[in-house]
T-cell receptor
Framework: GQQVMQIPQYQHVQEGEDFTTYCNSSTTLSNIQWYKQRPGGHPVFLIQLVKSGEVKKQKRLTFQFGEAKKNSSLHITATQTTDVGTYFCAGGASGYNKLIFGAGTRLAVHP | NAGVTQTPKFQVLKTGQSMTLQCAQDMNHEYMSWYRQDPGMGLRLIHYSVGAGITDQGEVPNGYNVSRSTTEDFPLRLLSAAPSQTSVYFC???????????????FGSGTQLSVL
């Protein structure tokens, strides 16, 4: 079945450093979504990528979708303490309604 | 709009007990789903529904039942609770896509379940 792997599991950075999390699917995806979960909270949608090679930016966050539509990345430039949380990617396959989540990357930012 | 409402927020069960986790959404979303979250394993899909009267299994359906009699509600039933079902459970909903892509999920605040 469809599997989505995400690395690293945990990342600890100093405030101001950059951060990247990577997501890889065992199958070709129709789209990939990214979510953020603050400690003690629920996942909140950040963005969706649909096109091969697509790059989207949200302020300091840059999201990429691979050319083969099997991998994706989230890069945060100059992290802030407000970036703390767990970032999940979720992949969807064409013809299927379900979204399969990666294990998430927990980001800790130290001032 | 309340969005996605889950009850209860916390629950402690003994092994073998049954219970139902409630989920309701007021956004007229056709798609609803249940995930469980365990440390290091992310969010794993239990069951999902693309509309009233239609349900399907996700990645980890064993030990759980669902039904979808209305668009608004999607309860999750644990028939005989086991310690392995100790987890945080999230309900999520979205509008229906044309299945070539997925719509964004709106999550409830979660239910923390402990099975002793």
């Amino acid at each position: 079945g469809q599997q989505v792997m995400q690395i690293p599991q945990y990342q600890h950075v100093q405030e101001g450093e950059d951060f990247t999390t990577y997501c890889n699917s065992s199958t070709t995806l129709s789209n990939i979504q990214w979510y953020k979960q603050r400690p003690g909270g629920h996942p909140v949608f950040l963005i969706q990528l649909v096109k091969s090679g697509e790059v989207k930016k949200q302020k300091r966050l840059t999201f990429q979708f691979g050319e083969a539509k099997k991998n994706s990345s989230l890069h945060i430039t100059a992290t802030q303490t407000t970036d703390v949380g767990t970032y999940f990617c979720a992949g969807g396959a064409s013809g299927y309604n379900k979204l399969i989540f990666g294990a998430g990357t927990r980001l800790a930012v130290h001032p | 709009n309340a969005g996605v409402t889950q009850t209860p927020k916390f629950q402690v069960l003994k092994t073998g007990q049954s219970m139902t986790l409630q989920c309701a959404q007021d956004m007229n979303h056709e798609y609803m789903s249940w995930y469980r979250q365990d440390p290091g394993m992310g969010l794993r899909l239990i069951h999902y529904s693309v509309g009233a009267g239609i349900t399907d299994q996700g990645e980890v359906p064993n030990g759980y039942n669902v039904s979808r009699s209305t668009t608004e509600d999607f309860p999750l039933r644990l028939l005989s609770a086991a310690p392995s079902q100790t987890s945080v459970y999230f309900c999520a909903s979205s509008s229906r896509s044309d299945t070539t892509t997925n719509e964004k999920l709106f999550f409830g605040s979660g239910t923390q379940l402990s099975v002793l």
